[in-house]
């Protein structure tokens, strides 16, 4: 057993990977498609495409709307219906673009043959502009833009870039597929922004439950000419969260409020780095992306691994999967631990979607909430120090103040307080709200700093 991981805290819960052996399916094209504004960390791209325009797939359709923000293309060849709000999977109103499906002429350019090309780009800012063009964001839930993060500030230095393949959610299997199945063009592309960063040390992290897959990675590496690890890790959730990453490969901690980048780290999902590869190897825009369909109500024929366009309604693969099990009494985007309900099953999926689970209601039924029992357990499970009880007592007295000093905005909202509560207390609900309550105080007194600042120019 490997015994490499982050130093404090974490759970164990059941890996449930039924969908472990489900090789990749395509998913066929909707007639119609509903393309989010909204699918990437950062301000909202801003579409330049006007209703009964014709589009091919690949084509631009959307530019950044800000520094921090991504470009968005066609998933498929059509004629632009509509641009306007459209409920995401929240039931929040999101601009889209809705596209009636003629076709999958893609634009010119593309090179969609499965043929490898490992030869890198030589000038670091052409692959930079490269993976910005194609709209390449991340792929492991954040969904920050990949050409930002790749591109530190002057004065930071990259010491070390760690692709994400612990898939530490239970329930989700699309990582561990395509590193099966897109190995070495996972390997490519972890070269490619090796390369970008200057050279840094570069180590592929695995939890020790996916034996296939490391050894699919290992083999991948000795075979391409890149001076690329492969690191076994502990199974412990959350393993996949940046800063236990970091702890768990550099032996260094992010301070409260600092960024990887502080410590030297650079850290990205395997499927960021498959869509890099496709981007700067095959000129291929981000808009494809692997999805699971799982959960403990579903019989093992129909559990799958999906490789979807961007802006398919989430109706449309649960049909074209057998439906909706009777079973089901919650659906979730995600996994089970920081997975979001889906309140609407007729969103699309954006850039960052990884599933829909369904899981039945003998697992998502809350105990009823008893008196706090001061039993430590949250604490000992939390994997960023952060005392959960104690910010819910905070959280309930409004002491907006004593939450900011206690570090509630450090939570990283992995729920391992609440899955270890013997009180069934909504400690992450709880927590998650005092995040809110002290990122809020912490934005309020920047804006009057930096108004401050501008008024004695």
Same mark, same amino acid.
């Given at each position: 057993?490997?015994? &490499?991981?982050?130093?404090?805290?974490?759970?164990?819960?059941?890996?449930?990977?039924?969908?472990?052996?489900?090789?990749?399916?395509?998913?066929?094209?909707?007639?119609?498609?509903?393309? %989010?504004?909204?699918?990437?960390?950062?301000?909202?791209?801003?579409?330049?495409?006007?209703?009964?325009?014709?589009?091919?797939?690949?084509?631009?359709?959307?530019?950044?709307?800000?520094?921090?923000?991504?470009?968005?293309?066609?998933?498929?060849?059509?004629?632009?219906?509509? &641009?306007?709000?459209?409920?995401?999977?929240?039931?929040?109103?999101?601009?889209?673009?809705? &596209?009636?499906?003629?076709?999958?002429?893609?634009?010119?350019?593309?090179?969609?043959?499965?043929?490898?090309?490992?030869?890198?780009?030589?000038?670091?800012?052409?692959?930079?502009?490269?993976?910005?063009?194609?709209?390449?964001?991340?792929?492991?839930?954040?969904?920050?833009?990949?050409?930002?993060?790749?591109?530190?500030?002057?004065? %930071?230095?990259?010491?070390?870039?760690?692709?994400?393949?612990?898939?530490?959610?239970?329930?989700?299997?699309?990582?561990?597929?395509?590193?099966?199945?897109?190995?070495?063009?996972?390997?490519?592309?972890?070269?490619?922004?090796?390369?970008?960063?200057?050279?840094?040390?570069?180590?592929?992290?695995?939890?020790?439950?996916?034996?296939?897959?490391?050894?699919?990675?290992?083999?991948?590496?000795?075979?391409?000419?890149?001076? &690329?690890?492969?690191?076994?890790?502990?199974?412990?959730?959350?393993?996949?969260?940046?800063?236990?990453?970091?702890?768990?490969?550099?032996?260094?901690?992010?301070?409260?409020?600092?960024?990887?980048?502080?410590?030297?780290?650079?850290?990205?999902?395997?499927?960021?780095?498959?869509?890099?590869?496709?981007?700067?190897?095959?000129?291929?825009?981000?808009?494809?992306?692997?999805?699971?369909?799982?959960?403990?109500?579903?019989?093992?024929?129909?559990?799958?691994?999906?490789?979807?366009?961007?802006?398919?309604?989430?109706?449309?693969?649960?049909?074209?999967?057998?439906?909706?099990?009777?079973?089901?009494?919650?659906?979730?985007?995600?996994?089970?631990?920081?997975?979001?309900?889906?309140?609407?099953?007729?969103?699309?999926?954006?850039?960052?979607?990884?599933?829909?689970?369904?899981? %039945?209601?003998?697992?998502?039924?809350?105990?009823?909430?008893?008196?706090?029992?001061?039993?430590?357990?949250?604490?000992?499970?939390?994997?960023?120090?952060?005392?959960?009880?104690?910010?819910?007592?905070?959280?309930?007295?409004?002491?907006?103040?004593?939450?900011?000093?206690?570090?509630?905005?450090?939570?990283?909202?992995?729920?391992?307080?609440?899955?270890?509560?013997?009180?069934?207390?909504?400690?992450?609900?709880?927590?998650?709200?005092?995040?809110?309550?002290?990122?809020?105080?912490?934005?309020?007194?920047?804006?009057?700093?930096?108004?401050?600042?501008?008024?004695?120019?």
């Amino acid at each position: 057993m490997s015994k &490499i991981t982050f130093a404090i805290g974490g759970v164990h819960p059941d890996d449930a990977k039924l969908s472990r052996n489900c090789a990749i399916e395509v998913l066929p094209l909707p007639q119609t498609m509903y393309v %989010s504004m909204a699918q990437h960390l950062g301000a909202p791209a801003k579409p330049i495409v006007a209703v009964g325009d014709k589009v091919k797939t690949g084509q631009v359709i959307a530019e950044p709307g800000g520094f921090i923000s991504a470009f968005v293309h066609s998933p498929a060849s059509g004629t632009v219906k509509s &641009i306007g709000p459209r409920k995401d999977l929240a039931g929040n109103p999101v601009t889209h673009i809705e &596209i009636a499906v003629e076709g999958d002429e893609w634009v010119e350019g593309v090179d969609l043959s499965d043929t490898l090309v490992t030869e890198i780009p030589e000038e670091r800012q052409a692959i930079l502009d490269k993976i910005k063009a194609c709209g390449v964001v991340g792929l492991g839930g954040a969904t920050f833009p990949t050409h930002v993060k790749l591109n530190p500030a002057p004065g %930071s230095v990259a010491e070390c870039l760690i692709l994400n393949g612990a898939e530490c959610e239970p329930y989700l299997t699309s990582d561990f597929r395509i590193m099966l199945e897109r190995t070495k063009e996972i390997v490519v592309g972890a070269a490619i922004m090796q390369k970008v960063l200057g050279g840094c040390r570069t180590v592929i992290g695995i939890e020790e439950n996916k034996p296939e897959a490391i050894e699919a990675m290992r083999k991948a590496v000795a075979e391409l000419p890149y001076k &690329i690890e492969v690191l076994p890790l502990k199974k412990k959730y959350p393993q996949g969260g940046e800063k236990q990453l970091i702890q768990a490969v550099m032996h260094r901690e992010v301070g409260s409020g600092g960024l990887p980048i502080s410590v030297g780290a650079v850290v990205q999902n395997v499927a960021t780095s498959l869509a890099v590869y496709e981007a700067v190897q095959k000129n291929k825009p981000l808009i494809t992306n692997t999805l699971t369909v799982t959960g403990n109500c579903l019989p093992v024929e129909k559990q799958h691994n999906y490789l979807f366009r961007i802006g398919i309604p989430l109706s449309y693969i649960a049909e074209y999967a057998g439906g909706v099990p009777e079973g089901a009494a919650k659906l979730i985007s995600g996994g089970p631990m920081m997975g979001r309900a889906i309140a609407n099953l007729d969103a699309a999926t954006v850039k960052g979607s990884s599933s829909i689970l369904y899981l %039945s209601e003998a697992s998502t039924k809350r105990g009823q909430e008893s008196l706090c029992i001061r039993c430590g357990r949250c604490t000992d499970a939390c994997p960023m120090g952060l005392e959960p009880y104690l910010l819910n007592r905070l959280y309930k007295a409004g002491d907006v103040a004593a939450l900011e000093a206690n570090a509630a905005q450090d939570c990283i909202e992995c729920g391992c307080c609440l899955y270890s509560c013997p009180a069934y207390i909504p400690l992450l609900d709880r927590v998650r709200q005092a995040k809110g309550m002290a990122m809020a105080a912490i934005r309020a007194r920047a804006a009057a700093a930096k108004a401050a600042a501008e008024a004695k120019k």
